[in-house]
């Protein structure tokens, strides 16, 4: 009898946790103040910016995870990606983003572009890889690499760049919510953790810009 109504006991606290709040945020540990705040790209919505860089094993680690947070985002709220440039060997990386957003390709290609550098392997820093990657994408070669070679391009880029040096990111991949708090998955020590924090913090900006949460 004793053994049974420990088990039901230990059920019933299993569920209990299993419904019970996430841990409440705390500065210093799960996200820290940024020290001069930004302007947000985003209007009236709230601003969850993430720096990333494509050849990044902790970035595409986080992107199926990521992927399936952002299904959820609320409808007050709006993802910006800026792949950081922290070195030479950064920056094509960073022109392949800017280019399949020209083009219209993000929302298809993103994800294949993961894909390519670390399951296939593919040095897509190199010209000639690029650009045989980019046809068997159904991409005009000719067109992605005018625009990747372009000086509009080129200066996105380079923009984002600085950007990640005012934000003061140090790695990859790293959030700032609504230029305000930043925070990463070596602050929060979990995946699992790391979108928690970045829920509460999209309530916290909410909340300090007086907005109320948007109805389903």
């Known amino acids: 009898m004793f053994a049974r109504a420990l088990a039901v006991f230990a059920a019933a606290v299993f569920s209990l946790s299993a419904f019970a709040a996430p841990e409440e945020?705390?500065?210093g540990r799960d996200y820290t103040l940024v020290s001069v705040p930004q302007?947000?790209?985003?209007?009236?919505?709230i601003e969850v910016l993430e720096f990333f860089w494509y050849r990044c094993p902790?970035?595409?680690?986080?992107?199926?995870?990521?992927?399936a947070w952002l299904k959820k985002l609320p409808k007050d709220a709006q993802i910006r990606r800026v792949p950081a440039v922290f070195r030479d060997d950064w920056m094509p990386g960073a022109k392949i983003y800017y280019t399949l957003e020209q083009m219209g390709q993000l929302d298809r290609l993103h994800r294949k572009v993961f894909d390519a550098y670390h399951v296939d392997n593919l040095n897509l820093n190199d010209p000639t890889v690029l650009g045989s990657w980019v046809a068997k994408q159904g991409l005009d070669r000719k067109k992605?690499?005018?625009?990747?070679?372009?000086?509009?391009?080129?200066?996105?880029?380079?923009?984002?760049?600085?950007?990640?040096t005012t934000y003061g990111v140090m790695g990859v991949p790293a959030f700032i919510i609504d230029g305000k708090f930043a925070t990463s998955e070596s602050m929060t020590g979990s995946e699992p953790r790391l979108f928690e924090v970045l829920d509460q913090l999209i309530a916290k900006a909410r909340a300090e810009r007086g907005g109320k949460k948007p109805g389903k």
């Not at 302007?39 to 919505?45: Q, R, Y």
């Open 58 to 67: 902790h970035c595409n680690a986080l992107e199926p995870g990521l992927d």
């Open 25 to 27: 945020v705390f500065e």
């Open 144 to 164: 992605f690499e005018s625009i990747y070679n372009s000086f509009s391009t080129q200066s996105k880029a380079t923009k984002g760049a600085r950007l990640a």
């Open 39 to 45: 302007p947000v790209a985003t209007g009236k919505k």
